[in-house]
């Protein structure tokens, strides 16, 4: 960098790598500082300041770096891509799904007089189905040793697998408001995640405080299916995570399809992410 004054009293500057369009503005011309014996030392003394000025501009831009990075790794919400499509009953009105490995899904469907519990194969899609003792619930799911329960309220319980009787209860929120309608579940990398009825979206949910984490939007799924003419389908509803390869899959009530899909970040969600926008439900407050 060029030397500011042609003086032959100079001061040493000390030295900064900063990018001048990074560097604080130029200061006012200094008034010519008086001959000392001690010049040295003076010169010495005015540049600890200044170090100090440039090492503070050198955090301040590396935490600004950190927290836009810590944005883009941790987002509010998802969009997705499709990375398979498999065959649906379009007559499952689904309640739960759960994968169970070597490429077959446990289903509970629902509707007076037509609620199952069945096996389904993945690639096929053909059914196999079998008794089961239950009577009601919304969505179940596991991490081994304890097992989540919704009933569609706002509220997350924790049961002992053995008992069933309720360990903890946590209010699912999301920005200090109550998310009700909490249906299917399912646990996914130590996070719960649960279709939110009647909407197009999934809640990640800490199993800690029941605070949603971000969420996961699904609109396009419902809206593709709706253009190809399969009027007759209701919510989307089911979520299975096949945790050996990783995999993700999404149906809904009365799909013709059921969906492999890959989680995409989303920087600007539409409605600038107002949650009550993008995932409207009765009761939430």
């Known amino acids: 960098m060029p030397a500011r004054f042609e003086r032959k009293e100079k001061l040493k500057q000390p030295s900064s790598r900063l990018n001048s369009t990074m560097a604080s503005p130029s200061p006012t ?7 000392s014996l001690h010049r040295g030392y003076i010169g010495r003394r005015t ?16 935490l600004t770096w950190k927290h836009a990075d810590s944005q883009e790794t941790n987002p509010s919400f998802y969009s997705f891509d499709i990375v398979n499509e498999f065959p649906h009953d379009p007559q499952a009105f689904t309640q739960g799904l759960l994968y169970q490995g070597n490429g077959a899904l446990l289903e509970s469907t629902g509707l007076y007089g037509r609620s199952t519990v069945r ?7 053909k059914i196999g189905r079998f008794d089961h003792p239950m009577k009601d619930g919304w969505g179940l799911a596991t991490d081994g040793k304890i097992i989540f329960g919704s009933d569609g309220s706002s509220t997350l319980y ?13 209010t699912v929120k999301y920005n200090n408001h109550e998310i009700p309608l909490i249906n299917e579940l399912e646990y996914v990398n130590g996070e719960v995640w649960a279709n939110v009825w009647q909407t197009d979206c999934i809640a990640r949910i800490s199993q800690d405080n029941g605070s949603v984490l971000s969420w996961i939007l699904l609109h396009e799924l419902r809206q593709n299916l709706l253009r190809s003419g399969h009027t007759g389908i209701d919510v989307l509803n089911g979520i299975a995570w ?3 390869n990783k995999r993700l899959f999404v149906t809904g009530k009365l799909w013709p399809k059921l969906y492999e899909i890959k989680l995409r970040p989303l920087t600007t969600p539409p409605f600038d992410g107002k949650i009550e926008k993008l995932c409207p439900t009765r009761g939430f407050r």
Do not use: H
């Open 29 to 35: 011309r200094p008034k010519p500082l008086p001959f």
């Open 47 to 62: 540049s600890i300041p200044c170090a100090l000025v440039a090492l503070g501009l050198v955090f301040v831009i590396f």
């Open 242 to 244: 096949d945790e050996d």
């Open 158 to 170: 924790q049961l002992d697998p053995g008992s069933w009787e309720v360990i903890k209860k946590a």
């Open 119 to 125: 096996k389904v194969d993945l690639r096929s899609g």
